[in-house]
């Protein structure tokens, strides 16, 4: 931990160019038309179609940095971690969901004083119905949130009671379905319900083809708001919660307490800390209100949206997960 013996940079953390540098070479796809043979300032601008001498000044800063080499004055190459630009690309891009996370970022001063996101402010619609206006950006953000951004899930949710008993999970506002295919995979005889907005389980046949599991799932194209496929014995709410405050986290918990058999569970991934667990701050906050809860602040909502807490922890994948089940 730094102390005053050893100060951190500040200098260093306070530079604004350089991340905004890395964003436009990414968006202006630099490193890819280097790799194809446009190597020259000159040629490079054209094919970019921007100004010779803006581009220069940003590439000269991000040689400064150790991003791309000038082999000699005014010609570029790739050097590794250009080539990592180009593989970031898709999530960096200034025109794209990139674009949305980093102005965002403009806006915590206002997110701070007021406690509530400025989304709005900057971008005209709050979040999730600009996502639902734009539909590349929502695929984007799809991606983002699924294998392509997070890797596939490779990991078992641990149950106090064990899945002998469980025959339907439901994964609730579970993207293109990476989570549910890993689940389903894992556990052979149950079966599953990927919920999540039409546009978006529209894009998780490949996930479920290429997991092998698609005769095992069904898609329902809807908002979590909405009453929930019933009777599962598994809800499943992974990296939900902490995009959403208090009140809309108390009507997704209440619709899947309506939803669940008697002897149902609740499986809550993110969105949850430990009591002790030092606070942080996530883009989720700022774009959506987004909170995480300590689980005392957890079990309060839960209990207003008539569920009991029976379990909570870390578990062996390392992943906090707090299960649920409906009051008695």
Known sequence: MADDRTPPDLETMLDL???????????????EHIAAGHTDIGALAAVAECDRDALYAVLGHLVSRGVFMEDSPGRFS??????????????????????????????LLDYVRAGQPSYEKVFGRPFWEDLAAHPRIAADFDALMGPAGH?????DIELSGGWEAVRTVVDVGGGTGALLASLLRRHPRARGILVDLPGTVARAAETMEEAGVAGRVTASGQSFFDPLPA??????LSKILNDWPDEPTVAILRRCAEAARPDGRIAVLGGVAADDTPRSLGIDMLVAGGKTSTLTQFTGLARRAGLDILAAGPQSSGRYVVECRTVK
Do not use: K, Q, S
Not at 17 to 31: E, H, N, S
Not at 85 to 101: N, V
Not at 231 to 236: H, P, R, S, T
């Open 17 to 31: 160019a350089t991340p905004w540098c890395l964003r436009v070479a990414a968006t202006l796809r630099i490193p």
């Open 151 to 155: 890797g596939v899930p490779d990991y």
């Open 231 to 236: 009777g599962a014995d598994l809800y499943v």
């Open 78 to 107: 790739c050097n590794r971690a250009a080539e990592g630009l180009a593989e970031a690309h898709r999530f960096i891009d200034l025109d794209g969901i990139g674009g949305r996370m980093a102005h965002t970022w403009g806006t």
